[in-house]
């Protein structure tokens, strides 16, 4: 557990470093400019933010404890669905996790987060995570980024030609109705 002031405890061992991320900046403006967006990346020791509004990117390097910052993560989905008090560990997790986005997105003056989770980091209902008086949700609107898995029809065929273009072969030249350009 982390001892003190929940906002300050993470920020008092982070580390911040400006960055230049030229394809997190291109995947930022993609959402809008009154958007900051974020990627986790947690290992056994660290939890790494790569986060970037306004054409400004940083990094945060926060020293965790991967197994416990789980165990966390369990305690507080088990608070939530038992409908028990989960004030002390929504602060918790929000000191480790969001405290220095919610304020590189303040400084920023946005008012989106697309956050792109890692790991057990996807479980957490992020909007419910509060900084000691505000949950993150009446702060910001929020989206959870998950990109689309790799499909087997995106994969290329043993024979070397796309799977795709097979499909295509065998259609016979026909459009099908319902598809993107398909007929009635």
């Known amino acids: 557990m982390l001892g003190g002031n929940a906002n300050s405890a993470a920020g008092d061992q982070q580390q911040r470093r400006t960055i230049e991320a030229p394809a997190l900046a291109r995947a930022a403006r993609g959402f809008g400019a009154d958007t900051a967006f974020a990627v986790y990346l947690l290992t056994e020791n660290h939890l790494r933010i790569l986060v970037s509004a306004r054409d400004q990117q940083a990094e945060f390097r ?15 989905l088990d608070d939530i669905s038992q409908r028990r008090d989960a004030t002390a560990l929504s602060d918790k997790l ?13 400084q920023h003056r946005v008012h989106r987060l697309v956050l792109w989770l890692d790991g057990p980091l996807r479980y957490v209902p992020v909007a419910a995570l509060r900084d000691g008086e505000r949950y993150l949700l009446d702060k910001y609107t929020i989206q959870i980024y998950a990109p ?15 799977i795709g273009a097979r499909s295509r072969r065998h259609s016979g030249g026909r459009r099908f109705p319902g598809a993107p350009g398909g007929g009635r």
């Open 94 to 106: 929000y000191a480790i996790m969001v405290h220095p986005v919610d304020e590189f997105a303040a």
């Open 62 to 76: 926060i020293p965790v404890d991967a197994a416990q910052l789980q165990r966390d993560i369990g305690h507080f």
């Open 148 to 162: 689309a898995p790799a499909s087997k029809a995106a994969l290329p065929a043993r024979s070397g030609s796309p």
